[in-house]
């Protein structure tokens, strides 16, 4: 549905505070939002010390802006963080003390984390990535501005005390961490933070660094009638403003790739860009536009569909390069089962913003589902040619092969996602599964010997299903001895008498079709 917010947290990259997060809007702060929408004249944009707009870049994920600061003259700055992780998280001093080697020697390729799954884990992502910039000596201080709507100091500062410690800081000093009415201050890792809203944030004579990460939006995003988006970026300009920030660099993070922003909610990248890199050209309020995009927004909330695919189509009348437009028309026209248009609209999106491309995956995903297999053939085909080296897609289409019988397409798809790194026994399990029902015993045996490589020996069910699986690949290769002694191996494995009894029973019919071409067993 329209209004559905997919996230998919990635906790592996992102620690976040559920006693913020969790956070409801009450009535005050919705007046808040709304009297910020009525008085967008009062937006006037940020400036740095020199009295221009500030230097802005944009990355899909925050730690992809480390080796752009570490490649500028080294300046120490103080930073402030607008989002829903403060990315101080350490790692163990051996990892640490790799990565600030491989820093200096600029080997960005094997520290840095991607913006599409891959087979390993980078030591730098979006958890850390302020720690090694302050261990580079880029950071003077971080100013942490979490999405909280009322003072973060009114939450009970042992769940930061918890919080800071989860992420690596020493019992001293989660116990020196203090409070005031509006703020936490204190170290973690030994990187000086402070906590608070934008509105309470301290009174800055230098220039800073303002990196914001639209998580910030999103977790504040609760639907278009009690917290517009609109509304909210509104309060977002409002405050920033009213701080008196001198913003030397503006960076932004979309924070889409892997879901932890919902890819409907890209579109606020394009607001944050205009906002930083042309003051004064919201005084007079949003364009139009971004107004028919909230309504088109606020229709969806109620399902109403052909009313809000009429204001998207007016806003594209109005700004026919607006990727967020075009996307949040793709997903209309999905809903309303328009195929034709819903190509038209995706295809757009993405040729004018790449960081859409995910959702050609999920269009095929969804089309899978629908049983509409031609349909998620090309949004699948589609990802692949975007984006080779994201094995989503690649997964999409073994399931699309694998329900049509496409049995060989299916174990070339699986082939893709190993081919790219990806080695689990799950996988190979299931590749050798389609080798063997596409008739290629050979590949199949070879598969599950791969497959039986990744499972643990205390992963007792999956050794035993590809124990049996391996045990028959081996019968239609007529490979009557290994197969014979793979079902004894399994039967090691199996945790109940029926697995065993139903191995045994297979044996047993094989040695009997078998028997008169089997060497006899030496006395």
């Known amino acids: 549905m329209l209004t559905t917010k997919h996230r998919r947290d990635n906790v592996s990259h992102m620690r976040k505070i559920p006693f913020l997060i969790a956070l409801s809007f009450t009535l005050a702060a919705f007046i808040h939002v709304t009297t910020c929408c009525a008085?967008?004249?009062?937006?006037?944009?940020?400036?740095?010390?020199?009295?221009?707009?500030?230097?802005?870049?944009?990355?899909?994920?925050?730690?992809?802006?480390?080796?752009?600061?570490?490649?500028?003259?080294?300046?120490?700055?103080?930073?402030?963080?607008?989002?829903?992780?403060?990315?101080?998280?350490?790692?163990?001093d051996s990892v640490v003390e790799y990565t600030l080697k491989g820093m200096e020697k600029g080997y960005w390729d094997s520290l840095m984390a991607r913006d599409y799954p891959t087979p390993q884990e980078y030591p730098v992502n979006s958890a850390n990535y302020m720690y090694y910039a302050f261990r580079a000596g880029l950071v003077k201080e971080i100013y942490w501005v979490p999405p909280s709507v009322g003072p973060v100091a009114d939450e009970d500062i042992e769940n930061f005390r918890g919080f800071i410690k989860a992420v690596g800081a020493s019992d001293e000093e989660a116990s020196r961490l203090t409070k005031d009415k509006v703020s936490f201050s204190g170290t973690v890792n030994g990187v000086p933070v402070h906590i608070c809203r934008l509105k309470d944030l301290p009174k800055l004579e230098d220039e800073v660094t303002l990196v914001v990460d639209l998580s910030f939006f999103s977790e504040l995003h609760q639907d278009e009638v009690k917290t517009p988006m609109l509304g909210i970026f509104q309060a977002f300009a409002r405050d920033i403003e009213a701080s008196g920030l001198k913003v030397y660099e503006a960076d932004v993070a979309y924070s889409t790739a892997q879901g932890t922003v919902p890819l409907g909610e890209r579109f606020v990248g394009e607001y944050l860009k205009v906002y930083f890199t042309a003051p004064g050209s919201l005084s007079e309020g949003p364009p139009e536009a971004w107004n028919l995009m909230a309504q088109s927004m606020y229709n969806d909330t109620f399902y109403q569909l052909e009313e809000s695919a009429e204001y998207l189509d007016k806003g594209l009348r109005v700004d026919p390069k607006n990727a967020g437009l075009w996307y949040a028309m793709s997903v209309n026209q999905r809903s309303l089962t328009n195929l034709t248009y819903l190509k038209e609209a995706l295809d757009k999106a993405v040729s004018l913003d790449k960081g859409y491309y995910t959702a050609y995956t999920s269009a095929g995903e969804y089309f899978i589902g629908e049983k509409v297999p031609d349909a998620s053939q090309y949004f699948l085909q589609k990802a692949v040619e975007a984006n080779p080296k994201d094995p989503g897609p690649y997964k999409a289409l073994y399931t699309l092969h694998y329900a049509a019988t496409n049995y060989r397409q299916a174990a070339e798809s699986l082939q893709k996602v190993i081919d790219l790194g990806f080695k689990e026994g799950e996988l190979y399990a299931l590749l050798a599964d389609s080798y063997q029902r596409a008739g290629e015993a050979k590949k199949a045996i070879d598969a599950y010997h791969e497959a039986i490589k990744g499972f643990p020996e205390v992963d007792r069910a999956a050794r035993f299903t590809t124990l049996v699986g391996l045990a028959m690949a081996y019968s239609k290769d007529k490979q009557v001895e290994n197969a014979l002694k793979t079902y004894d191996e399994a039967i090691k494995y199996a945790d109940n008498d029926d697995d065993a009894n139903k191995v045994m029973e297979n044996a047993r019919k094989l040695k009997a079709t078998w028997a008169p071409f089997l060497a006899p067993k030496a006395p």
């Open 39 to 92: 008085s967008a004249d009062t937006i006037k944009g940020v400036t740095n010390a020199a009295s221009g707009p500030p230097k802005l870049v944009m990355v899909e994920q925050a730690h992809e802006l480390l080796p752009q600061w570490y490649s500028s003259p080294p300046v120490k700055r103080a930073f402030v963080v607008v989002g829903s992780t403060f990315g101080l998280e350490k790692a163990k």
